[in-house]
């Protein structure tokens, strides 16, 4: 059975993602509870829960607020990612085994396949498999500081914003990046693969800067 908290945070989750409650605005508990129809205690847990995932802030005297991210704060982030999993995307190409780039070669066609629907809950489908790609070439790195590294970078989940942004032409385009990628890590080529996955996460900035 699903409790009231549980609940509460799957809505709340849901409606910032989706941009109900907008970036930068005020979430008040008592307007929440009246809203989901339950008392301020499982809010409260919802927020805290969102605040660890670093969708809201909870700022001292005045309550909760959506994370409001400006141009810079975006750039900054997508850059370290640059940096951080362009690493990474290279030393996968020299330690991930068959299995793990089978792994890698199943997400992707997945996401291929679900691209050329382009409805929305695709998108978000396509959101939670490429949070699930980026992450298994991290993991192929077999780096734990990277991985230590990277979970300190990248603390909001930014990927169903990302992936709403795009165009049918631009989701396509991605898609081809993720099997050029695979492709490179499978032949062992490290400046290739990183390479690639600079290229693959600049141009989600430019995008997303440049507002789809």
Same mark, same amino acid.
């Given at each position: =059975? ?9 809505? /709340?989750?849901?409606?910032? #993602? ?17 809203? /989901? ?12 829960? #969102?605040?660890?995932?670093? #969708?809201?802030? %909870? ?14 704060? +975006?750039?900054?982030?997508?850059? =370290? !990612?640059?940096?951080?999993?362009? $690493? ?7 330690? =991930?085994?068959?299995?793990?780039? *089978?792994?890698? $070669?199943?997400?992707?066609?997945? =996401? *291929? ?15 939670? /498999? ?7 070439? %991290?993991?192929?790195?077999?780096? &734990? !500081?990277? %991985?230590?590294?990277?979970? &300190? ?5 930014? $990927?169903? &914003? ?20 695979? &492709?490179?890590?499978? /032949? ?20 997303? +800067?440049?507002?789809?």
């Amino acid at each position: =059975m699903v409790t009231a908290a549980v609940r509460v945070y799957d809505e /709340l989750r849901s409606g910032i #993602l989706d941009s109900t409650f907008e970036a930068g605005s005020r979430l008040s508990e008592d307007r929440l509870a009246r809203l /989901l129809g339950c008392s301020r205690t499982p809010v409260r847990e919802a927020l805290r829960r #969102l605040s660890a995932e670093g #969708l809201v802030e %909870l700022l001292p005297n005045r309550g909760a607020q959506v994370v409001s991210w400006s141009s810079d704060d +975006l750039e900054d982030v997508f850059r =370290m !990612r640059a940096l951080l999993e362009g $690493h990474g995307a290279a030393l996968a190409a020299e330690t =991930m085994d068959t299995d793990e780039v *089978a792994r890698l $070669h199943e997400i992707a066609d997945g =996401m *291929a396949q679900l691209s050329s629907d382009g409805s929305q809950s695709d998108r978000d489908e396509l959101a939670t /498999l490429d949070v699930e790609f980026h992450r298994a070439v %991290l993991v192929g790195s077999k780096s &734990r !500081r990277l %991985l230590e590294a990277h979970a &300190r970078v990248v603390q909001v989940p930014l $990927h169903q &914003r990302v992936m709403r942004s795009y165009s049918p032409a631009q989701l396509q385009q991605r898609m081809v990046h993720h099997q050029e990628l695979v &492709r490179a890590i499978q /032949l062992g080529d490290a400046d290739w693969a990183a390479s690639v996955m600079r290229a693959h996460i600049l141009s989600a900035l430019n995008i997303l +800067l440049e507002g789809g």
